[in-house]
Structures are given as C-alpha cells and as structure tokens.
C-alpha cells in the first residue's frame, strides 16, 4: 500500500521560499516516476513538476527556473523548492505516484496514490 505525506507549506510574503517534502512508503523513489501538483481555489488541477525514473526533472513553465524537484533515495523522500514565489502559486499542493510505473504522464488522472496536500498561501 503506497502512502505520501506532504509536509512543508505555509504562508509566505511574495519572493520568498518553501520546500515541501513528501514522504513516501510502500513505493521506491529511486528508478521510479513520482510528481507534484497543485490545486488552487476554483481551478483545475495542473501539474507542477516530475522526476522521472532516470531522475530527469521536468517543469510547467509557470514554475520553471523558480522550482526545483529532488529526491532523497536513502530516506524516500520527494522534495519540491519552492523560490521566488508569487500570490498566484498560492495552492494546495500534492504528491502522487503513477499508477502505472511504465508512464511518467502530467495528467493527474493517471496517478493513483496521493498525498492529503500541504497549502501554500502566497501574500503580496
């Protein structure tokens, strides 16, 4: 059974940064395709970014250069870092694992295990 928990969020001031851990049990970080996503009030869920299973990272562009995903394979720990963030990066962000270990998608339909989100609330 694949369990994740997000930890990490809070409220920051427009600039300022977070790292978001998720924990993961029950599923193996290293060789493995794992991503973030969020969900802000009224809006669809959109991806954020992926590690793939070759470690390659990649980013939505609304984030790319301000984002950084990373893994500890020793504690199986997913990271995303969070830098100069802005009001509208304010979400509820998650974790998931793929439901099929072949696929690596953005469609969040395609991940079966989540995370419950920690929120991230940016203020101008």
């Known amino acids: 059974q694949v369990q994740l928990v997000e930890t990490g969020g809070g409220s920051v001031q427009a600039g300022g940064s977070l790292r978001l851990s998720c924990a993961v049990s029950?599923?193996?970080?290293?060789?493995?395709?794992v991503a973030w996503f969020r969900q802000a009030p009224g809006k669809q869920r959109e991806g954020v970014a992926i590690?793939?299973?070759?470690?390659?990272?990649t980013y939505a562009e609304v984030v790319k250069g301000r984002f950084t995903v990373s893994r500890d394979s020793a504690k199986n720990i997913l990271y995303l870092q969070l830098t100069n963030l802005r009001p509208d990066d304010t979400a509820v962000y998650y974790c998931?694992?793929?439901?099929?270990?072949?696929?690596?998608?953005?469609?969040?339909?395609?991940?079966?295990?989540w995370g419950q989100g920690t929120q991230v609330t940016v203020t101008s």
């Open positions: 029950g599923y193996t970080l290293a060789g493995n395709c």
């Open positions: 590690l793939g299973s070759s470690g390659r990272e």
């Open positions: 998931a694992v793929p439901s099929h270990q072949l696929t690596c998608p953005w469609n969040d339909y395609m991940y079966g295990d």
